[in-house]
């Protein structure tokens, strides 16, 4: 069964970091770009970032430039979105998910996870 799990949300004060993972099971990583997206209530689904499946070209909206950093371990299944400066509008719901393309739509991906949850606040 195709699996993507997500982990590593919680609460967080402001300006404080988060490292978020998305471990897949049942199929090779390595066949696919990973997004990471988020949705905060009553939001339209944001797409953050993606990586391409050999990991070498990654590609940001503006809004997460320079704080989101996402990376991967094919060799361990899991792609990772390391998160700096938090503020109260990143909370949300993240997603990863899987596709063709690196592209951050949400059109673009095929396979999506539960998501976790990350709280910013003081």
């Known amino acids: 069964q195709l699996q993507l799990v997500e982990s590593g949300g919680g609460l967080v004060q402001p300006g404080g970091s988060l490292r978020l993972s998305c471990a897949a099971s049942?199929?090779?990583?390595?066949?696919?770009?990973i997004g990471w997206f988020r949705q905060a209530p009553g939001e339209e689904r944001e797409g953050l970032s993606c990586?391409?499946?050999?990991?070498?070209?990654?590609n940001y909206v503006d809004a997460v430039k320079g704080r989101f950093t996402i990376s991967r371990d094919n060799a361990k299944s899991t792609v990772y979105l390391q998160i700096h400066s938090l503020t109260p509008e990143d909370t949300a719901v993240y997603y990863c998910?899987?596709?063709?393309?690196?592209?951050?739509?949400?059109?673009?991906?095929?396979?999506w996870g539960q998501g976790t949850q990350v709280t910013v606040s003081s």
């Open positions: 990586i391409t499946s050999s990991g070498g070209r990654t």
């Open positions: 998910a899987a596709g063709q393309i690196c592209w951050p739509d949400p059109d673009e991906f095929d396979y």
């Open positions: 049942g199929f090779n990583l390595d066949y696919y770009a």
